[in-house]
């Protein structure tokens, strides 16, 4: 399974960026999608999470109001639209693939490469 994230780039604050995640295949041990963000010299967090099937959805709270994960399962392709940031929002997004709907990151098998989400002040 691979995973490829883009949408990333600079933004001022207040704007918005959709992030996408494709992912080549399903299986079984990829039946959700998640995105995490790592900022500058801080731990990576748990941002959202999707399954490909049964409307399983998470947020991490602090992500909740702002940010909208969806799923088109035509395109194998995870959504993470991203409004009114914030200059904290400033990190490498990154999408992965667990079994289920997780928020720890030890349950995702599969990671993506990673996409820059810049928000300026």
């Known amino acids: 399974v691979q995973l490829q994230a883009s949408g990333g780039g600079l933004v001022q604050a207040g704007g918005s960026l959709r992030l996408s995640c494709v992912q080549s295949r399903r299986t079984a041990s990829s039946a959700a999608i998640g995105w995490f963000r790592q900022a500058p010299g801080k731990e990576r967090e748990f941002v959202a999470a999707i399954t490909w099937s049964g409307g399983g959805i998470d947020y991490a709270d602090s992500m909740k109001g702002r940010f909208t994960i969806s799923r088109d399962n035509a395109k194998n392709t995870v959504y993470l639209q991203m409004n009114n940031l914030k200059p904290e929002d400033t990190a490498v997004y990154h999408c992965?693939?667990?079994?289920?709907?997780?928020?720890?990151?030890?349950?995702?098998?599969?990671w993506g490469q990673g996409t820059l989400v810049t928000v300026s002040s």
């Open positions: 992965a693939a667990a079994s289920g709907l997780y928020y720890v990151e030890r349950a995702y098998n599969y």
